[in-house]
């Protein structure tokens, strides 16, 4: 489903929805609620309808006593409307959307409901839609990374004004300081604009020409060389070379330190990267959670590099890599847990420390880690899922069905994260010998995904049996 212009719509809707302007200049605010509701349940795709009907939602609360106990509870997603909103989703993403702008109707800040219009205008393809909720989102949440991430990539495939996201990510980068993610979301945004600003999207609606692009051919091709996340082996050395001879002259530009470390990391020069990273973090800005992950992951993939050189035909090859890995598995560990101590409320590092518990076999301590970091709402649901994997690892099974059931039934959209839970919750059920419970789990998938792991094997015995 495209999003559409005024000339895209029927005559009698296009009547209506100048209805509810009319009303909203004149301030009669339930009245206009009403109708550009009616006016989107025909078209779902109106934009500038959903965005008047934002502007009047707005409009309706601005200047309203809101008393403490409501602001806590605004956002709460256990309304009937919201629980329905959600059940209905998967299948009817546009119904799901017209329910949750009635709950905005009335609290037009209630993040569940915003958070359902931006799944259901994804699934419908309407990404400004999707940009109008993520960015009164954003307003509300500007320190969630994952979320101003998410709005600054919908930006750039909405294909409209990036400014209001450029904001968000360079206040939240000047706020945690350097962050891997969120310089690739600046870099990917930073495209996107040059791109419009180039005539690279006039020119795809059939606008504009080719003359005009080729005009800052050299400027273009230098930008891509720079964005581009895996560079090339030459446009890598050409950057080594370029940032190594300007370090000397600028001894204290910690940016250009930052980014000659990310260049020597992807040539394998991991001791010079590391020497890099420990003169940022010996400045003012190495307070920085963004350096932490970064030293990591160079850390970690100097690792990786070791195992990778050791002789597949040497007599102890086994034992080489056994021992580079127990070295990476300790680092790892106590890396994690050296964060998790300089950022006790980060929830997201949580995460991080109960997967490295359990890959290590510490279940007691990944059940303890998994069960805060489900309060993150961008990792509840795997976090839940993995808490689940660690109570059936203890042979706690029905807790492990409880806390899968209770992830599916958070889960609105069947992507691969719901397919995870429900195939997992499958696999509790068989090992509790409930095999009817099992199929069922397994045929969920089978109906939409017959390639999904093993559930295709698993059906064809199920009903080989049967017939047998």
């Known amino acids: 489903m495209a999003e559409k212009e005024l000339n895209d719509i029927p005559r009698d809707v296009r009547m209506l929805f100048s209805k509810a302007a009319e009303a909203a200049q004149r301030d009669n605010l339930d009245y206009a609620l009403t109708l550009f509701c009616q006016v989107l349940e025909r078209e779902p795709g109106f934009y500038h309808a959903r965005k008047a009907l934002r502007m009047a939602q707005a409009k309706k609360t601005a200047g309203a006593t809101t008393g403490f106990f409501k602001k806590m509870m605004s956002g709460a997603a256990s309304s009937p409307q919201l629980t329905k909103a959600k059940l209905t989703l998967n299948h009817n993403p546009a119904e799901a959307m017209a329910i949750a702008e009635q709950v905005l109707n009335g609290d037009p800040n209630n993040m569940f409901a915003h958070r359902i219009i931006v799944d259901a205008a994804n699934a419908l393809e309407l990404h400004k839609t999707a940009v109008l909720s993520l960015e009164v989102m954003a307003h509300h949440s500007p320190k969630d990374k994952a979320l101003i991430i998410e709005f600054a990539h919908a930006v750039a495939t909405a294909g409209i004004p990036a400014t209001t996201a450029e904001k968000y990510l360079d206040e939240l980068i000047r706020t945690v300081g350097f962050d891997p993610d969120l310089a690739q979301a600046q870099k990917n945004l930073s495209a996107h604009k040059t791109m419009d600003e180039g005539g690279y999207s006039k020119l795809e609606g059939g606008e504009g020409s080719y003359r005009d692009i080729l005009r800052n051919k050299e400027e273009a091709t230098t ?185 599916i039934k958070e889960s609105p959209v069947f992507n691969d994260e719901k397919k995870d839970l429900v195939y997992n919750l499958g696999c509790v059920f068989e090992k509790m010998g409930k095999k009817a419970e099992a199929i069922e789990q397994f045929l969920i998938i089978y109906e939409s995904d017959v390639t999904y792991r093993d559930v295709g094997a698993k059906v064809d015995a199920h009903y080989a049996a049967q017939q047998g």
């Not at 001894?251 to 020069?269: C, D, F, G, H, V």
């Not at 992950?293 to 195992?307: C, G, L, P, S, Y």
């Not at 790892?332 to 950022?343: F, G, M, N, S």
């Not at 109960?354 to 880690?369: D, L, N, R, V, W």
Request: charged share 30%; net charge neutral.
């Open 223 to 407: 930008l891509e060389q720079e964005k581009r996340v895996q560079k090339s082996e030459d446009t890598a050395e050409r950057l080594i070379g370029e940032y190594e001879s300007r370090l000397p002259n600028e001894p204290q530009n910690y940016k250009l330190m930052r980014s000659l470390a990310e260049l020597y990391t992807q040539k394998n020069k991991f001791d010079a990267a590391l020497e890099l990273y420990k003169r940022v973090k010996a400045s003012d800005m190495g307070n920085d959670a963004g350096l932490d992950r970064a030293v990591a992951e160079t850390t970690t993939r100097k690792f990786d590099h070791q195992i990778g050189q050791i002789n597949p035909f040497a007599p102890d090859q086994a034992e080489q890599k056994a021992v580079v890995e127990a070295e990476k598995a300790a680092y790892q560990l106590a890396e994690i847990q050296q964060r998790a101590e300089k950022y006790p409320t980060d929830l997201a590092i949580r995460f991080e420390l109960g997967q490295q518990y359990f890959q290590m076999g510490k279940i007691g301590e990944a059940i303890a880690e998994f069960q805060k970091a489900q309060q993150n709402p961008h990792k509840r649901l795997a976090a839940m899922s993995l808490l689940a994997q660690c109570f059936a690892k203890r042979g706690m099974n029905d807790s492990a069905v409880r806390t899968l059931q209770n992830a």
